[in-house]
């Protein structure tokens, strides 16, 4: 069966700092992987998305980036974090449009 | 572009009450519909989908239509239970040269016994 992995759950990193999110799928061939933000109280925004490896697409201008080194391996990451950085980030995949996309449990990060 | 618009929130339901909560969409070429629920503390669960148009998709009492002529794709369960408290959006997945996953800003129901 297919499973997701996301670490840390959760996170506090100080304003300026670096950050990386680790989001890894097991039990599955080139998924599309996605990574989301949920701020607090408010809906999910598309963030990236990833069709295979080394292919991003990202969908809002943002000091975030991601990257894909492997098939099954999708990364978060930023260089200096800002306040407004702070939310619930959420890794999913899917196989294709017509089935679902499956979340990890989420990443809570807080910048201080 | 391709876009999910949903009721705001919070919606405040005694138990056993019916529910609806709205969702409409605008998109380029035929997408597939999904609700998901997220609970307190617990990333998104796929609660129902319906991948062509007239398609009924339903879960635990929960039903909706894809309704290409209305573009909309509304949550209804006839009674609802405290444990059904959650956030639930409303999402489309359409081929942009990749298939892409879009939610809607998500609707808070509150239950009370």
């Known amino acids: 069966s297919q499973t997701i992995h996301q670490w840390p759950a959760t996170l506090v990193q100080p304003v300026g700092s670096p950050l990386s999110l680790e989001c890894t799928v097991e039990g599955t061939s080139n998924p599309n992987l996605y990574w989301y933000r949920q701020a607090a109280g408010r809906g999910l925004q598309l963030l990236f998305y990833s069709v295979g490896i080394g292919q991003i697409s990202s969908e809002v201008p943002q000091n975030l980036s991601a990257s894909r080194p492997q098939d099954r391996q999708f990364i978060l990451s930023s260089k200096k974090l800002l306040l407004s950085d702070s939310g619930f980030y959420l890794c999913?995949?899917?196989?294709?449009?017509?089935?679902?996309?499956?979340f990890g449990q989420g990443t809570r990060l807080t910048v201080v | 572009g391709n876009s999910v618009t949903q009721m705001e929130g919070p919606v405040t339901l005694s138990e056993e009450a019916f529910l609806t909560i709205n969702c409409t969409y605008t998109?380029?070429?035929?997408?597939?519909l999904f609700w998901y629920v997220q609970y307190p503390g617990e990333g998104l669960q796929l609660l129902l989908k319906?991948?062509?148009?007239?398609d009924k998709g339903s879960n635990k009492g929960f039903e909706a239509t894809y309704r290409k002529e209305t573009t909309s794709f509304h949550l209804e369960k006839g009674s609802v239970q405290v444990s059904d408290s959650a956030v639930y959006f409303c999402a489309l997945t359409i081929n942009t040269g990749g298939f892409k996953t879009i939610f809607g800003a998500g609707t808070r129901l509150f239950v009370k016994a």
């Open positions: 999913a995949w899917s196989v294709t449009h017509n089935t679902e996309a499956f």
């Open positions: 319906a991948t062509k148009a007239d």
């Open positions: 998109a380029t070429g035929y997408p597939s």
